[in-house]
């Protein structure tokens, strides 16, 4: 596939993302519309919109969009550091271990840690830096990471994860179990997003900022460790920064949004298709796209949800349309997955 100029796939994804914030201010469980919206622009809306538009529907569509950037720039660092096309921190486990740190957070009810940050995201990064420790040390093989590998102890790692969280929240009140398992399940209902929203969207650009400072390095990783070193990358250094700027950014979103699966491994395939694989493109680029992504995908979960009695997580749709693509994937990697190392 061809890939576009710079200045086009910038318009592109630009242009993407401001539809796609439209849209998904526009749409929802309510019946609101372009004329709303307008007389919100010029000062004449009602109170009710007023309220539906800057209090429900503002704080909701940010929070899609930041985690949908999280997420998707993640797996754009997973790829690149891991060299495996299917990495991204839902199938290596790395959203897993973010989840189960941000419920012992909830389970004990903590509200806040040290030096006043809030607990959740806390100990979601705690437990997705976790995740990536168990991951290097199960997933190398002679001293080199196997692709295969890494996929299995992804499976194997969100497997225990799932067994841990469901003994913690067995212990807890009903309410309280059904207020986890909601938000578990990847939800972009924004509940307590409003003191936490600012904190994570702070991670997520600032650790952005900084995969994209190592973005020659990244491009010369992904011909392998032995190149990089020859081309005088610190291939240790970088490692450990990356891995733990991506567990960062990955516990932060999921400390807000629990399980959403696949964003990380579909957005950055289609940049990469638009835009090539140099680095210095693809991280804003996929920052913006999946923002863009997200926003679209909980728009239309508000929109299905109108005639049900409740509304079905975002993660539902990720999982429709990243499943199929990752299984394709599957497919025309596998030779070099599998015994390609």
């Known amino acids: 596939m061809k890939t576009l100029r710079p200045p086009l796939a910038w318009t592109v994804c630009v242009s993407a993302l401001l539809i796609s914030f439209v849209i998904s201010f526009v749409f929802g469980s309510t019946d609101t519309g372009w004329r709303e919206l307008w007389s919100l622009v010029t000062g004449r809306a009602e109170p009710v919109t007023q309220e539906i538009f800057l209090h429900v529907r503002l704080p909701r569509v940010l929070l899609a969009a930041i985690v949908g950037a999280g997420l998707s720039v993640a797996g754009v660092a997973f790829q690149a550091l891991l060299r495996n096309p299917l990495a991204e921190p839902f199938l290596v486990g790395v959203s897993g271990g973010g989840v189960l740190g941000a419920t012992i957070a909830l389970s004990l ?32 093989v002679q001293g080199r990471l196997q692709n295969t590998t890494i996929l299995l102890t992804g499976v194997v790692l969100n497997a225990i994860y799932s067994a841990a969280i469901l003994f913690l929240t067995s212990f ?74 991506a567990s960062m ?89 599998f015994w390609g190392g």
């Open 109 to 140: 009810g903590l509200e806040t840690t040290l030096l006043g940050l809030a607990a959740r995201p806390v100990f979601a990064f705690l437990g997705a830096l976790g995740s990536v420790a168990m991951i290097l040390w199960f997933a190398r």
């Open 172 to 245: 807890l009140p009903p309410a309280r179990f059904q207020a986890i398992l909601s938000w578990m399940r990847g939800t972009l209902v924004p509940r307590d997003a409003g003191s936490t929203l600012p904190l994570v969207a702070g991670l997520v650009i600032a650790g952005t900022l900084i995969l994209y400072q190592q973005a020659r390095s990244l491009d010369v990783v992904t011909f392998g460790e032995d190149s990089a070193r020859g081309l005088g990358v610190d291939t240790k250094r970088l490692r450990i920064l990356v891995l733990f700027v």
């Open 249 to 337: 950014i990955t516990g932060s979103v999921v400390a807000l949004s629990g399980l959403i699966g696949f964003v990380g491994l579909l957005v950055p395939h289609v940049v990469r298709g638009l835009c090539g694989p140099r680095h210095r493109l693809l991280l804003p680029l996929t920052f913006v796209s999946g923002a863009a992504f997200l926003m679209l995908a909980d728009t239309l979960v508000r929109v299905l949800s109108r005639p049900l009695t409740s509304e079905f997580p975002v993660s539902v749709v990720t999982a429709l349309v990243g499943g199929p693509f990752f299984l394709f994937l599957l497919r025309r990697e596998r030779r070099r997955i």
